[in-house]
């Protein structure tokens, strides 16, 4: 599926530079450095992946020892089941940097995503980084998000531009992810940027309002990455009022654009997904909790069958079905089940609808955009996962890509 | 993969017949009706998925009420999600057999297989209920093997012959199932047969015993399929004692052997795997209990991720740990992981193992049965499950099929 990079606006207090360091591409850039306003507040969330990346473990520890100024991104290279020396690696590129630019090690926050396994080759990093930071500026957004892609095929960058009785302020985002997408916290890489000033706490809590319904309700293949990072930082450069109280009205406008710049990047991953020729929601409603309805959602999003049938656009609604029917949720009275294809009834009462008709649910599922919707009829919660169909193209991408 | 399926030993007291009902395949027989001895003993298992089957419901219900003398089974047709009408279409067919042999409709037990979501026709396989029956032979197996067959590319039958010091018994066993594959409880279809004669209560617990290392440690694709059904009977013809003891030697050694067969069906399923060009055993060794040794086993043997790389022959091993790190897994300890290909050892430590090379690694891939072996450093449990690669065929045939 073909993704839209609509315009971007640069956030004052952000500067972004990029370059070339051949870490596994050729003729390409492959290394980003994003420089912060002194004074910015950041908030991250990481993956849950227990294998989790060297940078990983690097950047989280950074985070609790003073505010990062600069973020230092790579592809080609996850530097992720590298052991020791790979922690070594993270620290060693972060001290280059630091250097170039007079400032603390732990002021600089590593993120690396491409093969995992393979050694961290520093000193070309280190070789690219004059290149990267004479590049620096408001307007590196798009290059940035370009130099962050491994199996993407477009780069990934949204922007929202709030007006408030007392100014305008702005939040812009970019992420890269295609495959070994199963975010859980975050998704692969993800970078969104305000010029707002708010204190970490308040920040904090606003990443995690916003990742909840978009980079951790999508799936591509149930791959939870070892890399997987997302980060929100605030430069304070807008002329608005800080913001310190949640009870706020800007708190509630920051919120609002950055879940919405936060769901943009996460279906546009969905739809650059490996292979992907759909975008799939899957809407679970009624159920007795959020987790459960996640879990039926999750069992038709991960289906192998269901997502192969949504590749050859057949109603076989049979296998959503099962699917359903597989999926832990204890004692489920299949008679008060419905199955929808967009507004097209297809299950009730414990078999197929009466009105349905194959050319009904065929007319749903032949569009690029599909939703299958269940209600369960035990309770009053919901939930939305977002994935995409399983092609022969994600198969080839995988059995050919080292990822 | 290719499937040989070795000759089969009849089993005296139980005889199959076989027609073409035109259910759904042209020129092929679909239709197989099995009949046991006056007095045989029954025992089996049934699917979990909560959207069962219609011929699932009334074959429970035919169970607790009296010894089966029939088993009726079709393919083409699932008799799946078919509501109030898939039941009366279950019990009709039943009728429609009872009627012509004279035996009550709850001594036979329904089952169907292949298209969820339409109307079983009744009325062909009533038509082709003389043929099935005139065709009744000792000798019907491996015929009745292959008409039970949907994507299956080869029947699967096996034989065991057991001496004892009182004589001689025989288990034999077919199976059908390529997609849809993670029993839960049992596989896709599976009939076993034994000519010893054996309480019910025992022949229950030496079912339940067999498929737990077998068919329910087998995936294809993680899709359990609403129709699955192992069933286990005894004619008592071998002319040995009849076994009523746990103790008995006799049932040790028929436990033996209806494992084996077992063993043999599911390996011969995930052999057969929709596209599969790999047999690849995943074995989680020093965990803390089975249930997280299976956790971790059926991550990995469900990660699109970690099957496209085996059906490349890419010793990928970031993606195992990577599906080793996302499972379910409280405060795993990765430094004390070890992950080996085969015999070589890729990781320990946190990182790739000192004498790891890509060569070594390669050699284990290229082979077409494949070992994973994960030790985990936590306890002294252990589980092995069974998968096949996911291929562009596996796509192809799943985007091309209606199941």
């Known amino acids: 599926m073909t993704v839209q990079s609509p315009a971007f606006i640069p956030v004052a207090g952000v500067r972004l530079g990029s370059a070339a360091a051949g870490i596994r591409y050729r003729d390409r850039r492959d290394l980003v450095v994003v420089e912060l306003a002194a004074g910015s507040t950041c908030a991250a969330v990481f993956t849950r992946n227990q294998f989790c990346a060297a940078p990983v473990i690097v950047a989280r520890d950074h985070l609790t020892r003073c505010q990062p100024q600069f973020l230092l991104i790579n592809s080609g290279n996850a530097n992720a089941g590298t052991g020791d020396q790979g922690l070594r690696g993270a620290i060693e590129s972060c001290r280059s940097l ?6 603390q090690v732990d002021q600089i926050l590593p993120f690396s995503t491409g093969v995992i396994g393979e050694r961290l080759p520093v000193e070309r990093l280190a070789l690219a980084l004059p290149e990267a930071l004479s590049s620096l500026n408001e307007n590196g957004w798009l290059d940035a998000a370009r130099a962050i892609m491994t199996t993407d095929t477009v780069p990934k960058l949204f922007s929202r531009r709030m007006e408030y009785a007392g100014g305008q302020f702005t939040v812009t985002g970019m992420a890269k992810g295609s495959g070994m997408i199963r975010p859980d916290m975050a998704t692969m890489l993800a970078y969104v940027a305000t010029d707002l000033a708010v204190d970490n706490t308040l920040l904090q809590q606003c990443l ?3 990742v909840a319904p978009s980079f951790n309700s999508i799936t591509v293949d149930g791959d939870t990455s070892t890399n997987d990072a997302c980060v929100l930082f605030a430069t304070g450069k807008s002329g608005c009022a800080r913001v310190h109280e949640a009870e706020d009205e800007l708190y509630r ?18 739809r650059d997904g490996e292979g992907a020729t759909k975008l799939v929601s899957v ?43 597989r999926s832990d949720v204890p004692d489920l009275q ?22 349905y008709t194959e050319a009904a ?13 269940v209600v369960l009829g035990r309770g009053t919660a919901s939930a939305t996962v977002y994935t995409c169909d399983l092609s022969s193209e994600y198969v080839r991408i995988n059995a050919e890509y080292r990822s």
Not at 253 to 270: G, R, T
Not at 296 to 317: E, G, M, R
Request: aromatic share 4%.
């Open 98 to 103: 630091a250097v170039l630019r007079g400032c």
């Open 208 to 210: 995690q309002r916003a």
């Open 253 to 270: 406008l920051l919120c609002e654009a950055v879940e919405s710049v936060c769901m943009d990047l996460a279906l546009a991953i969905v």
């Open 283 to 325: 809407a679970v409603e009624n159920a007795l909790s959020p987790a459960e309805a996640r879990e039926v959602a999750y069992t038709i999003a991960h289906s192998p069958l269901v997502k192969t049938a949504l590749f050859a656009s057949d109603p076989n609604w049979g296998r959503i079905l099962a699917a359903v029917g």
């Open 334 to 355: 299949i008679n008060r089940v419905e199955l929808w294809l967009g507004d097209v009834c297809i299950v009730n009462g414990g078999g197929k609808s009466e009105g």
């Open 361 to 373: 649910g065929q007319a749903v599922m032949d569009a690029e955009e599909i939703l299958i919707r």
